[in-house]
């Protein structure tokens, strides 16, 4: 189900107020620190994807896409993004809201039509808040230019889907339940209080392959980690990894590794003298 999220009114009386401004580029693995910000942060994707928890509610902001941090709200990153991720960042402040209707409405999460435009506008922008213009409120009626153009651009969009909030929470109880005998997605489904089918399509919607594939990549691994580490017995390895049967344990390890469990041990135990 779509969350109705909140929207930047837009009052045109007077320019809204640059604070400071940038443009982030990381060339290694990154994410956003936590943090509460008191003035208003606009974020617009330019490369990669920003993964950013705002008060519960999960983002991803892509290239072309924009995200509105309201004040007093708490932001961190939730997954590393790639090297290379790079967006801008504007803060800034409102003007005071006066007793009439706002001249527009911005969806706070939603992607750009015209992503080119809006990156030339940021650049301007930028240029103004680094003393590019001896005009002193240039970057004041840059900032307001830049949502004109969004508020454009935007008009006829509801905004962009974010994720279930409980995602996060599902991925951990999943992660700590699935070597359990008795994991199914029926019992996620109940510990989550979703229905069933409902909670397979939004899993599969969200990460391109479904919550059983999800619990068998765990499985595997784990089963991967005591075969290369460990002399136990292959029937016991299965039993770690929540499977009785270890013909069946053989059978499926050998479908996802491409390998039997003995082979797999065997080649380990050949790459670690290899490497001493």
């Known amino acids: 189900m779509k969350e109705m999220l909140p929207v930047l009114s837009l009052y045109l009386q007077e320019p809204h107020r640059l604070q400071m401004g940038g443009q982030f580029l990381s060339d290694e ?5 936590d943090r509460t910000i008191m003035d208003y942060e606009l974020i617009i994707g330019v490369s990669g994807v920003v993964f950013l928890e705002v008060d519960g509610r999960m983002y991803e902001i892509k290239a072309g896409d924009i995200l509105f941090l309201m004040p007093g709200e708490r932001h961190r990153g939730y997954r ?6 790079s967006f801008y960042w504007f803060h800034f402040l409102v003007p005071d809201a006066p007793d009439s209707e706002p001249d527009s409405r911005i969806p706070r999460y939603a992607g750009c039509p015209n992503p080119n435009r809006v990156h030339i506008l940021a650049r301007q922008l930028l240029h103004a808040a680094n003393g590019g213009y001896r005009i002193s409120r ?6 307001t230019c830049l949502l004109i153009e969004l508020a454009e651009q935007l ?5 962009l889907e974010t994720m279930d909030p409980q995602l996060p929470e599902l991925l951990e109880w999943t992660r700590l339940h699935a070597l359990d005998r008795d994991i199914t997605v029926e019992r996620i489904a109940v510990h989550m209080g979703y229905n069933k089918d409902y909670l397979s399509r939004m899993f599969k919607r969200r990460f391109g392959s479904g919550l ?3 619990i068998h990549l765990i499985k595997l691994e784990a089963a991967k980690e005591i075969l290369a580490g460990t002399k136990l017995h292959v029937k016991e390895v299965a039993a770690r990894v929540g499977i009785d049967d270890d013909k069946q344990f053989a059978k ?13 041990r065997r080649a380990f135990a050949r790459t670690r003298l290899n490497n001493t």
Do not use: C, E, I
């Open 80 to 85: 590393l993004s790639s090297p290379g991720v």
């Open 212 to 214: 059983l594939n999800y």
């Open 138 to 143: 240039a970057g004041d009626y840059f900032l």
């Open 155 to 159: 008009q006829d969009s509801s905004g």
């Open 29 to 33: 693995t990154w994410s956003h620190m």
């Open 252 to 264: 499926w390890f050998k479908r996802l590794a491409g390998v039997t469990p003995t082979a797999y």
